[in-house]
């Protein structure tokens, strides 16, 4: 199986380019992978991987910038359209490291992207490619940070950029990014799988690039969040992290970040044994990756209903699904749902500690909370949780989940009594 942690090179097929090919990760097909548009195998539409003849170990990575082209030896080009994306912090996180009960717990803040989120990492290199590909306009379907980015990279690289939101579903501050970055926004009167739906139609009628995450390239650029954790752990323990917690919408980082460890693994750099387990989290109400994995299913059911107040992983068709299963099973991780007020409980606990997030990337936390209090991970274990977005980009879940501001007169004397009075 070619998503196995155990999986051979493949041969170089005929259509590569420069060591690089796409290959269909059902049935093995391989197409070059710039000289057409394509989203999925032409044979049986099955999703599309990236493969290289050459992949790299740690030493490989030695480009002089830090961020995400200084792990071009793992990417399909050596820059990209780079707007400085990657290089996030690992937090160290004391007091939640005590109350959760782990050996070790860091906190790897991709909110602190340029433009707030993850998803800059796979605009840097997708956007890359629509260039190499000569298309017109590009498009996505988005809870909102995926619009944000593909916006400003899309104004960064000189290109149009279309946007599906679902209405009145979208925080207010990634609306506000794809509008100042230039982006066409358009409301779509649906969830974001029905968004995702129709840009897909848009995509295969030649209308539009398609830059979700079923587009193989994002994830390449993704792959990093995973490099970059192991290699801070590395200088940080002299180990890998056991388990690596995430937020998940459509699996994509679940997919990315396995597809990082795989290749390690093949290049002889990292132990199949060593692979960090990843865990996703979903919100109840949003959580058909968690069912697959309960129910040991190979597919996701889609659901069609779906809420919760983490707009950004409220997704019922994670269309990722056939790459992340596999990177949770094989890799020994699983996944839980966690309920709303779970989620706002870890905002403030990541807050506690000066971190701001948005409610999806708490998710994280929340379902290391539980999954320690269900005994599934150990108080042995190092850990990395993933927050995937900024604090700013749901100013009105910020709000909500902190405290109110307290009215008072212009005048020191009635500020003081107030204060007095509060006590
Ligand atoms: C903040 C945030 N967290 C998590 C996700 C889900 O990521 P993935 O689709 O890679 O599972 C998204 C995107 O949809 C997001 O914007
Ligand atoms: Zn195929």
């Avoid at 480009?63 to 820059?79: N, Q, T």
């Avoid at 795989?262 to 109400?285: C, F, I, M, N, S």
């Avoid at 994670?318 to 596999?326: D, I, Q």
């Avoid at 700013?392 to 007169?409: M, Q, R, S, T």
Wanted: net charge negative; proline share 5%; glycine share 10%.
């Amino acid at each position: 199986m070619s998503l196995s942690l155990s999986a051979d090179q493949p041969d170089v097929p005929a259509d590569a380019d420069d060591g690089v090919w796409l290959e269909c990760i059902e049935c093995g097909e391989t197409f070059a992978p710039f000289d057409d548009v394509r989203y999925t195998c032409d044979e049986c539409d099955g999703l599309l991987e990236a493969r290289y003849e050459e992949l790299p170990t740690f030493e490989d990575f030695e480009g002089e910038a830090p961020g995400v082209w200084r792990y071009s030896a793992a990417l399909p080009f050596d820059e990209g359209v780079s707007i400085q994306e990657g290089n996030t912090p690992l937090y160290e996180v004391p007091r939640l490291e005590d109350d959760l009960g782990v050996e070790a717990l860091r906190i790897k803040h991709e909110g602190m992207n340029p433009t707030g989120s993850f998803k800059d990492r796979g605009m840097t290199v997708g956007v890359k490619v629509a260039k190499e590909l000569g298309v017109g306009r590009l498009a996505c379907a988005s809870t909102g940070n995926t619009s944000a980015a593909l916006a400003a990279y899309g104004s960064r690289g000189g290109m149009e950029t279309l946007v599906l939101l679902p209405a009145g579903k979208v925080a207010a501050g990634k609306i506000a990014q794809a509008s100042l970055h230039g982006a066409r926004i358009l409301e779509v009167d649906g969830n974001f799988d029905a968004c995702l739906d129709i840009v897909q139609e848009l995509a295969a009628d030649g209308e539009a690039y398609l830059l979700n995450s079923l587009n193989p390239f994002r994830l390449e650029g993704q792959k990093t969040i995973g490099l970059e954790i192991l290699e801070g752990f590395l200088a940080d323990y002299d180990a890998v992290p056991d388990r690596i917690v995430l937020p998940v919408g459509n699996a994509g980082n679940t997919s990315a970040l396995y597809k990082a460890f795989r290749e390690l693994v093949q290049a002889g750099a990292l132990a199949e044994d060593d692979v960090p387990k990843l865990t996703g989290v979903q919100a109840e109400g949003a959580a058909p990756m968690v069912e697959a994995i309960e129910n040991g299913a190979d597919e996701v059911r889609r659901w069609e209903d779906v809420e919760t107040r983490a707009t950004a992983i409220r997704i019922g068709n994670p269309v990722n699904a056939p790459k992340a299963l596999p990177g949770i099973r094989e890799t020994g991780g699983t996944a839980v749902s966690v309920t709303d007020e779970e989620i706002t409980d870890a905002q403030r606990d990541l807050a506690g500690e000066g971190i701001g997030v948005e409610p999806a990337s708490a998710a994280s936390v929340a379902g290391l909370r539980k999954l320690r209090r269900e005994g599934v991970v150990g108080d042995d274990e190092r850990v990395a949780c993933l927050t995937t977005g900024h604090l700013l980009k749901d100013p009105d879940a910020a709000a909500a989940a902190g405290a109110d501001p307290e009215p008072v007169p212009a005048d020191t004397d009635a500020v003081l009594a107030h204060l007095q009075d509060a006590e």
